[in-house]
């Protein structure tokens, strides 16, 4: 045997992926609407309508007071793009164009997750604009607390007391699912919302329902919002500072993809040296605050691992 072939160079024909998040976890979990031309409105219906007693004479009628206002949502136009050599692809073959359209997928897919993050964030610091109160978001939690029972138990008291009737989601991190499920009455509990949406039907997703709300676990680098925000690069929380979480009904939250072009585009550029190619995907999408008497802000501790209780 030649000396030669004992130092062959091989190359593995499949191209590993560094973790990161798949994304499409919030898809069709928050209020969609009819979009012309990417602009979106959803009506608001506020003040009360109230019985009064006849008086037996002849009087005019006491009308309620009722008022409508107009929440307007314009999406923005976003794209991913990544070249390619024509070089690479041969030494690498099919295996290469399937980690690009599946990497730009992905980013496709979270940036529709952190729009309508987003969209909570701002709304919860903000507040709306209506004619009726409440106009802002409550917070629950102050961030110096792990989070508990009590929290998801105070914010659906809320939610509920308001007299919503809509299904309930919240998002969290793992290490919090994990620090929720430590609880028995938690843990014995099952998913009991819709099985057709992406997060129900990711593999790796812990869900549960409890009193009505849809909870579930999404990747780390979701939760950017507070002082102990998740940092590109670390392994999971620093353990100190509070990270601001969301619990929302499906009505009380607009979201809207006009253009979702998720599918990469392959095209090759003969003007530049070598003929690369340039790979992108595409998306028109924006989300909006509507009820803030349906969106809770629980903040809690960023906690680094979970205890018993």
Not at 36 to 52: D, F, I, L, N, Q
Not at 163 to 178: A, H, K, L, Q, T
Not at 195 to 206: E, N, R, T
Request: glycine share 10%; with cysteine.
């Amino acid at each position: 045997m030649p000396v030669s072939t004992w130092f062959r160079e091989e190359i593995k024909g499949l191209v590993r992926a560094r973790y990161q998040a798949k994304g499409g976890y919030l898809d069709d979990t928050m209020l969609k609407g009819e979009s012309s031309a990417g602009t979106v409105k959803y009506p608001v219906g506020g003040g009360r309508v109230e019985m009064y007693e006849l008086t037996g004479a002849i009087n005019k009628v006491s009308p309620s007071n009722v008022s409508l206002d107009m929440v307007t949502l314009v999406t923005k136009d976003y794209e991913a793009s990544v070249y390619f050599r024509m070089q690479d692809e041969k030494r690498m073959g099919p295996s290469l164009k399937a980690k690009l359209a599946d990497d730009l997928t992905k980013a496709q897919r979270r940036k529709k997750d952190r729009i309508k993050l987003d969209a909570l964030d701002l709304f919860a610091t903000g507040g709306a604009a209506l004619t009726d109160a409440p106009n802002a978001v409550q917070t629950i939690g102050d961030g110096t607390q792990r989070v508990d029972l009590l929290n998801a138990i105070e914010a659906i008291d809320q939610i509920s007391g308001a007299g919503s009737d809509d299904e309930v989601f919240w998002p969290i991190p793992n290490v919090w699912m994990s620090q929720l499920l430590m609880y028995k009455e938690f843990s014995n509990s099952d998913y009991m919302g819709p099985a057709d949406l992406p997060f129900a039907k990711a593999s790796k997703v812990i869900r549960k329902t409890f009193r009505g709300v849809h909870m579930f676990s999404i990747p780390d680098e979701y939760f950017t919002y507070g002082t102990g925000a998740f940092v590109p690069g670390t392994p999971g929380f620093t353990g100190s500072g509070y990270l601001d979480t969301f619990m929302y009904t499906k009505e009380a939250i607009g979201s809207e993809t006009w253009w979702d072009q998720e599918n990469m585009t392959m095209e090759p550029l003969p003007d530049y040296e070598g003929t690369p190619y340039v790979c992108k995907v595409q998306l028109s999408s924006a989300s909006i605050g509507i009820l803030p008497e349906g969106v809770k802000r629980v903040r809690n501790l960023a906690i680094k691992s979970a205890i018993r209780v």
